[in-house]
Nanobody
Framework: QVQLVESGGGLVQAGDSLRLSCAPS????????MGWFRQAPGKEREFVAA????????YYEQSVKGRFTISRDNPNATLYLQMNSLKPEDTAVYYC???????????????????WGQGIQVTVSS
């Protein structure tokens, strides 16, 4: 089993930056990709970014490209999401996710992930 714990959320103003962290506990082997998703009030959960174990390929949702950066810190496998130039529409609960799949046609699909964190609130005021 893998447990994921997010940290680093909070309340910021538009234009500010935040860095989210996701620390896996339990076993870390067999995790081939990790990602961030978010869910705003009244909306469906949406993909934010993902990073693969092999060659550290990264994928981003269009609205965060150029503002957010996903990275992993090996060997402890901590996942990060550096969020710059935050906007009020970035307000959401952010979830860390981990996948045991070595390949999927779409890392933006939540079904590709096997483990999820509890989520952490990010609020951006205008």
């Amino acid at each position: 089993q893998v447990q994921l714990v997010e940290s680093g959320g909070g309340l910021v103003q538009a234009g500010d930056s935040l860095r989210l962290s996701c620390a896996p506990s339990g076993r870390s082997f067999g995790i081939y990709a990790m990602g961030w998703f978010r869910q705003a009030p009244g909306k469906e959960r949406e993909f934010v970014a993902a990073i693969t174990e092999v060659r550290y390929m990264t994928y981003y949702e269009q609205s965060v490209k150029g503002r957010f950066t996903i990275s992993r810190d090996n060997p402890n496998a901590t996942l990060y999401l550096q969020m710059n130039s935050l906007k009020p529409e970035d307000t959401a609960v952010y979830y860390c996710a981990a996948s045991e799949s070595t390949w999927t046609p779409d890392w933006a699909d939540g079904k590709a992930y096997h483990y999820w964190g509890q989520g952490i609130q990010v609020t951006v005021s205008s």
